[in-house]
């Protein structure tokens, strides 16, 4: 089966840790993402890669940091610079047609900071 | 201005109801736009596509009104299994991080109602 996997589901973190969310996809698309949700709040971008070896800051950045050595693989480390980094945090990918940017979500890890 | 912005509700329906969501946008430039549901602690999931001529799926019709900058979501004989989150989603093309990045509302919340 094809998509976009995250692990764990459910993450716990002592305050003053470094955790790392894991985000693989077997769809071959070049694109992906990394957003938090809040309760009651809209999705935000925290970094985005849209192709191997190349990443940007999206506009919550601080206190994240990823990486891209891979096409299928776009790990996101959450570290205690985040000042408030319990939160919902979603992985997704887009393929790479023209003009369509839609974007396919895993299931998400559930962060809480203890 | 928000760049998305959604009537939080809840709208809270009978089943076999007729309901519809508005969303507004900011950027006139924008290409892109879609709708997602997103179920209570769950990933979001694509529901459809926005197109300028109108789209039709099954019970669910989506209008864009470019002038306007304003999209709708119609959802005709409500089940219950429709019951979740809608989120309205626009590419942001003059955006900071280029033309890939998605804006999301904060989404409309659907109770349908035995």
């Not at chain 1, 776009?74 to 790479?96: E, G, R």
């Not at chain 1, 940017?101 to 203890?114: A, C, K």
Request: hydrophobic share 30%; charged share 20%; proline share 5%.
């Amino acid at each position: 089966d094809g998509g976009i996997t995250q692990s764990p589901k459910y993450l716990f973190r002592k305050e003053g840790q470094n955790v790392t969310l894991s985000c693989e996809q077997n769809l071959n698309h070049d694109a992906m993402y990394w957003y938090r949700q809040d309760p009651g709040q809209g999705l935000r971008l925290i970094y985005y890669s849209q192709i191997v070896n190349d990443f940007q800051k999206g506009d919550i950045a601080e206190g994240y940091s990823v990486s891209r050595e891979k096409k299928e693989s776009f790990p996101l480390t959450v570290t205690s610079a985040q000042k408030n980094p319990t939160a919902f945090y979603l992985c997704a990918s887009s393929p790479p047609r023209q003009g369509i940017y839609e974007q396919f979500f895993g299931p998400g890890t559930r962060l809480t900071v203890l | 201005r928000k760049e998305v912005e959604q009537d939080p509700g809840p709208f809270n329906v009978p089943e076999g109801a007729t309901v519809a969501f508005n969303c507004t946008y900011s950027n006139s430039a924008s290409q892109s736009f879609f709708w997602y549901r997103q179920d209570c602690r769950k990933e979001p999931k694509l529901l459809m596509s926005v197109y300028s001529s109108g789209n039709e799926d099954g019970r669910f019709t989506a209008q864009l009104n470019r002038a306007s900058q304003y999209i709708s979501l119609l959802i005709r004989d409500s089940k219950l299994s429709d019951s979740a989150t809608y989120l309205c989603v626009v590419n942001m093309v003059n955006s900071g991080a280029g033309s890939y990045q998605l804006t999301f509302g904060k989404g409309t919340k659907l109770s349908v109602i035995p």
